[in-house]
């Protein structure tokens, strides 16, 4: 079944406000989404049948905001959860399982109001087969595979560290951006080392906030206040569950799957995407994605990056509200990503391009574990 044009965003906002919210649970931060896409959309909650969410249960969202749903959706890969959730919330509507599907993201990842604890159990497979090695969080856990890659192509540090510059950037003209000061790949290697290759400048950031999607039939779509942005095609797909057995640490498996089935969807080449935004939990994952998704070829990400082709006035427009490593990161970026593509198809974003016709939202689950990938477009085929 393709879900090529099928379905269409006609509702889509942030949280009031990203960055620090500690008057807010995680929740809260889900309600407010929620209602602002609603608004978006001119809708109420009492249209909405379906209720898709990632770190929330959709139990506790549709409770919370008042709706008794005839299609719920949990599915929780990690930060990518929402793109998996828009092609979900596709194949739903295209059943007939529902004809208002809400997406709600909300995450007090700064704050942590609202949140469950941490957790570690000596049970779990990482806590026996990684950690007794020294590898115990993301940052230790998500550097493994671009330090290969460094040694496999010859990616240089300088590279890496010009993503970040690229990225800035981008959130120098984005208000809402939680990083706006200019800096340089000497910056970047001066920062503090967290753990090599990757310095402070080239992790993501930890904050507060949300957004939301409302999903329905292509059909309706042109019956709501806002420019429609259409699902031309999707992707998805997971890896493994630890780092250590990622297939080839040069690569993305599961990047590699989804991507070519959002294209194959779609029926488009890479080169009719006119923007893209690849989650950046660290500096190096968009290189992945660059490369796996078939932009450029295995080892070239580096020199793409390094001649600053993503950044503004570049020939590859890539992570324009400023990305996770300077706009926000709430713990799972993903939502942001598509929030963006959304807005730069509909002519409303910050650092708004020219001419914005396809966009790709790319996103990254766990320590390359999982995947989803979005190809969207704001033009109905007439």
């Known amino acids: 079944m393709s879900l090529r044009m099928s379905a269409a965003i006609v509702g889509a906002a942030e949280t009031d406000t990203v960055g620090v919210i500690p008057d807010k649970s995680a929740l809260q931060l889900h309600a407010e989404a929620a209602f602002n896409a609603l608004a978006d959309a001119g ?42 959730h828009v092609r979900h919330a596709a194949a739903a509507i295209k059943a007939g399982l529902c004809s208002v599907a809400l997406i709600t993201h909300g995450e007090s990842g ?18 026996q087969f990684e950690e007794p090695y020294g590898v115990a969080g993301p940052p230790t856990r998500f550097t493994i595979p671009i330090v290969r890659h460094m040694r496999a192509f010859g990616t240089t540090e300088e590279q890496i560290a010009s993503v970040a510059v690229a990225t800035r950037r981008w959130a120098e003209r984005n208000p809402r951006a939680m990083m706006r000061e200019p800096i340089t790949v000497e910056d970047v290697l001066a920062s503090r080392l967290i ?3 990757v310095h402070l400048l080239e992790c993501c950031l930890v904050t507060d906030g949300g957004g939301a999607l409302v999903v329905v039939s292509a059909e309706r779509a042109k019956d709501f206040p806002k420019k429609p942005v259409y699902v031309l095609g999707t992707g998805e797909s997971t890896e493994h569950s630890m780092i250590s057995m990622m297939h ?12 070519d089935l959002a294209f194959r969807e779609a ?10 935004m690849f989650y950046d939990a660290f500096a190096h994952t ?12 295995k080892g070239e990400s580096g020199p793409f990056f390094a001649e600053m082709r993503t950044a503004p006035g570049g020939d590859f427009p890539l992570n324009t509200n400023g990305g996770g490593l300077s706009y926000t990161h709430t713990g799972m970026y993903g939502m942001f990503a598509i929030q963006e593509s959304v807005r730069q198809l509909r002519g409303e974003a910050a650092a708004q391009l020219d001419d914005v016709r396809v966009s790709i939202a790319h996103g990254v689950g766990g320590m390359f574990h999982a995947a989803g990938t979005l190809l969207l477009t704001n033009d109905d085929g007439a």
């Open 43 to 84: 809708l109420t909650k009492d249209d909405v049948d379906g209720v898709l969410c990632a770190g929330q249960s959709p139990v506790a969202v549709a409770e919370y905001l008042g709706i008794t749903p005839t299609f719920v959706d949990g599915t929780g890969v990690g930060g990518c959860s929402f793109m998996l």
């Open 110 to 127: 700064r704050s942590r109001v609202g949140m469950g604890a941490w957790a570690r159990s000596p049970q779990m497979l990482m806590a």
């Open 195 to 197: 753990a090599w290759p």
């Open 248 to 259: 080839d640490m040069t690569e993305s498996r599961a990047f590699k799957v989804s991507g």
């Open 267 to 276: 029926k488009i080449d890479r080169k009719d995407v006119d923007h893209a």
């Open 286 to 297: 968009p290189m992945f994605a660059l490369e796996d998704l078939g932009f450029v070829a």
